[in-house]
Structures are given as structure tokens and as C-alpha cells.
């Protein structure tokens, strides 16, 4: 596998491939990013990922600086996927002057969910993307159902702009005791990891109970919510979405659906979601 760290070279690699099959990353990979990069594979027989940790994508409390960054375990992982090519930037190749040109997702979309606790998170990784994109050229791009708002805002933005590459969702990989893998479960300590796996079982019991016929979605979403509270989380929230666009869902529209959570446990902010 090649490792790249300048645009130019980058280019000049994939001038020479028919096809490439790309998924971008901010590196600290998990068994989450290599089965997108395995998945890849089927779409291409040249998969590139890229590693940035990407700064405009991060709140002022974030966190970015402690973010994990770990490249030359994150490339034996990817060597051993089948990647051939690694685009690692550094800030001052991605962004050699400060970036004053933003892609700017759709007020409905990103106003929502995640958009509500992370103020301009979506417009920081539409721009990378875009970037990204721009610099790979991929005819597959493919990203994580377990950032399920990230992979709707993006699919919007291919659509758009009407840009010459399919997107492909990965399913989310789960620990054995169904915790969704994040990169930032790494932060959790010991007993916050023992007790992590409810924001799953949460969603579940909501899935279980839709398909059983419960309608009263805000009912659900609040025992949800009270039921974190109680076990010592701060939920930020539960809701049960349309897929298509991640607006409330109503119990009489058959449109498919989905519930996605945020909350935190002790300083770790954990995501998750479930198609229903
Ligand atoms: O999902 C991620 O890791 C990031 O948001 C992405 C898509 C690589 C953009 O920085």
C-alpha cells in the first residue's frame, strides 16, 4: 500500500486507475472502517482510504486535540484490508490557506439531531468531503450507517451537485455486547464501558415495541430518555426518524424508519441508531 501525503501525488496515482473505491476516515481505525474497506473491494478492485482529522468538523469544546491519532497502526490495518492507497494529509496540504469556502447542507437537515448539540459539525464535513472528493476522485465512496445523519447529509450533497460517484452505506459493527464501535469509545472508562451497551438495548426495546404496534413515538422517546437518566447518563436525544430525511416520524406514515440517540456517559458522547 501506498502511503500519500501531497495532493499532486495523490492525483497522479489515480490517473493511472480505471475505478477506485474510497473511504475517507480520521484514522484510530476499529473493525468498522476495515469492513467498509473490505466492502469497498466489491465495488472496485483499487480501494483507497484517506486519514485526516479533520478540524472544521470540531466544536470549540470538542475534541479535536485529543482525538487518537495513530497512522502506522491505522496503515498495517489497511495494508491488510487490501487498501493499496492512503491519502494522509497533513492541516497545512488539506487547508494551506485558511478555508473561507464552505458547503453549507440544507437548513432541515442539519438543524436536527446531531445539528442541535453540534453547531456547524455538518457544514465542517460536507467541506471536507467535498474536498476529499475532489482531490480522490472515487467512482465509490463509502461511508457508515452508525453516523446515519452524516451519511443522509452526504448522499444529498453527491445528489446535488451532481457529483460522478456512487455513495454505499456500511452497517454498523458492533462490539459482542452490541455496543456500536467508535472511535471514542477508547475514552470510556472501565465501568462507563460495562454500562455503554444500554444505549443499544435502548434503541432496541423502541424498535421492538414499534413493531409491535406502539404509536405514541414522543411516549417512547421520553420513557427512553428517563430510562438513560435513571441508569446515569445525560441523553441529549432519542428519536424515531423517517429514514429518508431524519424528520419526525408519524406512526401512520409507512415510510421506513429509523431511531438515533446521542448521550453522554461520564465525558464520553456516544451515537447510536437503529433501522426499525
Ligand atoms: O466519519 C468520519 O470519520 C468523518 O466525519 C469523515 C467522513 C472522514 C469526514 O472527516
Do not use: A, I, K, V
Given at each position: 500500500m501506498r502511503i500519500i501525503h501531497s495532493v499532486a501525488e495523490f492525483r497522479a496515482a489515480r490517473a493511472e486507475l480505471p475505478s477506485l473505491a474510497f473511504v475517507p476516515t480520521m484514522g484510530n481505525l476499529h473493525s468498522g472502517h476495515i469492513a467498509l474497506a473490505t466492502q469497498a473491494a466489491l465495488h472496485s478492485p483499487h480501494v483507497a482510504a484517506s486519514i485526516f482529522v479533520n478540524r472544521?468538523?470540531?466544536?470549540?469544546?470538542?475534541d479535536f486535540d485529543r482525538y487518537p491519532r495513530t497512522l502506522a497502526e491505522d496503515a498495517a490495518k489497511l495494508e491488510e484490508a487490501g487498501a493499496s492507497l492512503l491519502f494522509a494529509p497533513d492541516e497545512a496540504e488539506m487547508y494551506?490557506?485558511?478555508?473561507?469556502y464552505h458547503v453549507e447542507p440544507a437548513a432541515e437537515h442539519v438543524s436536527i439531531l446531531e445539528g442541535e448539540f453540534r453547531d456547524g459539525h455538518f457544514r465542517g464535513v460536507a467541506t471536507v468531503v467535498m474536498k476529499l472528493l475532489n482531490i480522490i476522485q472515487p467512482t465509490h465512496a463509502l461511508f457508515g450507517k452508525k453516523d446515519y445523519q452524516q451519511l443522509m447529509v452526504l448522499r444529498n450533497m453527491v445528489r446535488e451537485f451532481a457529483m460522478p460517484l456512487e455513495v454505499v452505506a456500511g452497517e454498523t459493527v458492533r462490539a459482542e455486547d452490541g455496543l456500536a464501535l467508535s472511535s471514542?469509545?477508547?475514552?470510556?472508562t472501565e465501568s462507563e464501558r460495562a454500562e455503554a451497551p444500554r444505549l443499544y438495548a435502548t434503541l432496541q426495546q423502541i424498535r421492538d415495541a414499534v413493531r409491535s404496534g406502539a404509536t405514541n413515538f414522543p411516549q417512547l422517546e421520553s420513557g427512553a430518555v428517563e430510562g438513560l437518566k435513571a441508569s446515569g447518563w445525560a441523553p441529549e436525544y432519542i428519536r424515531i426518524c423517517r429514514?429518508?430525511?431524519?424528520?419526525p416520524a408519524h406512526p401512520d406514515d409507512p415510510a421506513p424508519r429509523v431511531v438515533l440517540a446521542a448521550a453522554r456517559l461520564g465525558a464520553t458522547r456516544l451515537i447510536d441508531n437503529l433501522e426499525i
Open positions: 472544521l468538523q470540531f466544536g470549540p469544546h470538542e494551506p490557506q485558511r478555508q473561507t471514542r469509545n477508547g475514552y470510556l429514514r429518508s430525511d431524519l424528520q
